[in-house]
Every structure is written in structure tokens, then in C-alpha cells.
């Protein structure tokens, strides 16, 4: 792990919006990524900053985001996962493989799928 990916914490715009986290909140950190990478723990940092409650009243931000990141572990791992290239390329060849499983006017052997059309008729199944 290199020294500033374990510091991922430590960004001007993470402290102006957290704080500085405490000795054992930065281990917490350091541990929180080693376990799940930064992708994974940047996902994480989002989904707590758009938290319902919000962060207004919230005095000890980083002991709260530690708090509810295993909560949040699930989600960010699953948002980080459908963002790779690779599960997109996955999901058109799924959807391609589908429409010319049932025929009809969007498949069309040989020619590409127009997307847009793919979408809307994906809807409606």
C-alpha cells in the first residue's frame, strides 16, 4: 500500500468536510482500506456524505463515518463493481445476447444494436 493511498483521508477537501481524524480513527481508516481499496472506500465516503441525516450536528464526523461504513460496504462495493468496464461490457453483451434470443426488429444478425432503442425495448419486457 503505498503511503498516500493509505492516506486517502487526509485530503484538503476530506478534512475541510470531516475533520482531522484521531490517532485510533486514522488506524480504523488505514485498516478500512487495506481490507476494501481505495475505489471501494472513496464509495463508501460518498454514500456516507449524501446520508439522509446529513452531516449537519454531527461533532466526531470520521467516528460516525466508521461507524456506519459497514453498513454502507455492501452498496459501495456492488456501486464500484457495476462502474468497471468490464461489468459494463458484461451487461451489453448480456442484453445483446438477449434481444437476439427473442428476434424481432431489433435483432438483426451482423449489424450492431442501435442502444437507445435497445433500452426502451428492455423496458418493455
Known sequence: MAEEEGRWFATKDKTATMGKPTKS???ELRSLYSENGL???EEVYRLFLERPRGLDGLTQRWAWFLNEAPDRLASAKENVRKASPEYKAE???RQAAYVDS???PLAQPGKPVNEGALEEFLKTK
Open 25 to 27: 480513527e486514522e488506524a
Open 102 to 104: 427473442l428476434g424481432g
Open 91 to 93: 451487461e451489453k453483451r
Open 39 to 41: 475505489a471501494v472506500v
